[in-house]
């Protein structure tokens, strides 16, 4: 029988935090669990967006950004600054104690900085290891944590990481001491099988048929990587999977949910 205490960890896409009245209907509902939570965020668009009013042009390869000396420097700014502290003051307003960090903040997040193979992709890193105590330490204070897309490596180094990936690694660490539940929460009702039409969601979803719409083509390609992440985390742990849009954390919600 499991009697670990529920931890519900949830990932927000950057299309949602660009949209205020989406983000504050969802940081509402967010801030009404009363289970032990965190919160871990992205915001690729708007750092493309500032980046172009700094005269940065950003470089893009099958969608993912190479992350070059100009581009830390701006994603720390709106990851670990605008958008941290903004989602932060939104949480306090909803009387939420929370706290915006990023990987190097208590050593929560280490990573490697991606090796140079086919294409250089900068600074960005892979995640090596979660610090689960540091973080427990804050959830028995009855802090909230709010991480940004930001780890650092061993040599002191910034590194920008995958959002999708920040939620699943800190998931499958803190499910050691919690039963944890995992949301994926973006602009789509789920996982669609033709990206333009929300009645074509997918409601349950487990590896055997995430194989076959694999051959057939019928998942877009963006949200591979997403599903990558959630099949991995259920294989080391992690309870309850659902994807969906701001509503998601609402009861009797549209979503896809992931089983083995």
Do not use: W
């Not at 009855?142 to 995958?162: C, E, K, M, Q, R």
Request: charged residues 25%; glycine residues 10%; aromatic residues 6%.
């Amino acid at each position: 029988m499991n009697n670990k205490q529920v931890l519900k960890i949830v990932k927000i896409g950057g299309k949602l935090i660009e949209h205020e009245k989406k983000l504050s209907e969802f940081l509402l509902d967010f801030a009404k669990l009363s289970e032990p939570k965190i919160l871990i965020h992205g915001g690729g668009n708007m750092a493309t967006e500032i980046a172009g009013r700094l005269g940065y042009e950003t470089h893009m390869v099958d969608g993912r950004r190479i992350t070059d000396a100009n581009s830390i420097q701006v994603i720390t700014m709106v990851y670990g600054g605008l958008i941290s502290k903004n989602i932060v003051a939104k949480l306090q307003g909803l009387d939420c104690n929370a706290i915006g960090l990023c990987g190097a903040d208590g050593k929560s997040i280490v990573s490697s900085k991606r090796p140079v193979k086919d294409i250089d992709f900068g600074f960005v890193g892979d995640i090596e290891n979660i610090n689960q105590k540091f973080i427990t330490s804050l959830l028995e204070q009855g802090i909230i944590p709010v991480f940004s897309a930001i780890s650092y490596s061993d040599s002191g180094h910034l590194l920008n990481t995958n959002g999708d990936s920040v939620a699943a690694e800190i998931a499958k660490a803190m499910s050691e001491n919690y039963s944890v539940e995992l949301y994926y929460c973006f602009e789509k009702k789920g996982v669609l099988t033709d990206i333009e039409d929300e009645k074509s969601l997918i409601e349950v979803l487990d590896s055997v048929k995430y194989d076959e719409l694999k051959k057939q083509k019928l998942i877009h390609s963006g949200m591979l990587p997403k599903l990558h992440n959630c099949f991995s985390a259920l294989e080391h742990g992690v309870e309850n999977i659902s994807l969906g849009d701001h509503e998601l954390l609402k009861d009797g919600s549209l979503k896809t949910v992931i089983i083995k």
